[in-house]
């Protein structure tokens, strides 16, 4: 009797997001819908997937790709429209700009992605929503198995909010107000 209820909690446990305690800050089933959910609006500006706009590619910087191509943007997302800003990361090492241009899909790595929240979504970190996908929709993850979606990695030394945190609300190549801040001035 003791020993079904033990198998039935660990089975419950291995079937509820892979392991991954459901009020981690990153990688439950809810981040992973919600990611599901920013993705389409991505495909549907056209950002990601076939048919996507392209921009021309820059140089990029460790942690991120070889050459990089960024957009801001802004989209709804269940109810709540935000700031919504999407990188391209290319690879690999040493690639050069037209053999990004000439093929991107071969060289494309990633999307990495911040997408600002409702207010009270995580008020420590301006509510960004924080994803990481590989070129076809699917979130990456961490060594642990996480999948980067959510508040990633917070708390924690290194990852998405700890590194972003040391620039001007969490962005690196601008200053300006993203057009979503700009309209609730
Ligand atoms: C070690 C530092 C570091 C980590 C970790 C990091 N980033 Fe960045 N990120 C940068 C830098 C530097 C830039 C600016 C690069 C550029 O475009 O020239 C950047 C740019 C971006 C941008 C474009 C907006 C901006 O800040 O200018 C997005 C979106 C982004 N990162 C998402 C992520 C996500 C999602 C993660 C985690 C999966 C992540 N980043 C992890 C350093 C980091």
Not at 57 to 62: F, K, L
Request: aromatic share 10%.
């Amino acid at each position: 009797m003791i020993r079904s209820v033990t198998m039935a909690a660990a089975l419950a446990v291995g079937i509820a997001g892979q392991g991954i305690a459901q009020d981690s800050p990153f990688g439950t089933d809810a981040d992973a819908d919600y990611a599901q959910a920013v993705w389409a609006q991505m495909v549907a500006q056209r950002l990601a997937g076939d048919g996507m706009i392209r921009s021309f590619p820059y140089e990029g910087v460790a942690p991120h790709g070889m050459m990089l191509e960024t957009f801001y943007s802004s989209a709804e997302v269940q109810g709540h429209t935000g700031t919504l800003i999407v990188k391209r990361n290319f690879g690999p090492e040493g690639v050069e700009v037209d053999q990004v241009l000439a093929d991107p899909g071969k060289h494309l790595g990633a999307y990495t992605v911040m997408f600002q929240r409702e207010k009270g979504y995580d008020e420590d970190n301006q509510n960004w929503f924080w994803a990481k996908y590989l070129p076809d929709g699917s979130l990456d993850m961490n060594p642990k198995g996480m999948r980067l979606a959510g508040r990633v990695a917070k708390g924690a030394d290194v990852g998405c909010i700890a590194c972003h945190s040391g620039a001007e609300d969490y962005i690196f190549t601008t200053d300006a107000p993203m057009a979503m801040d700009a309209m609730m001035k």
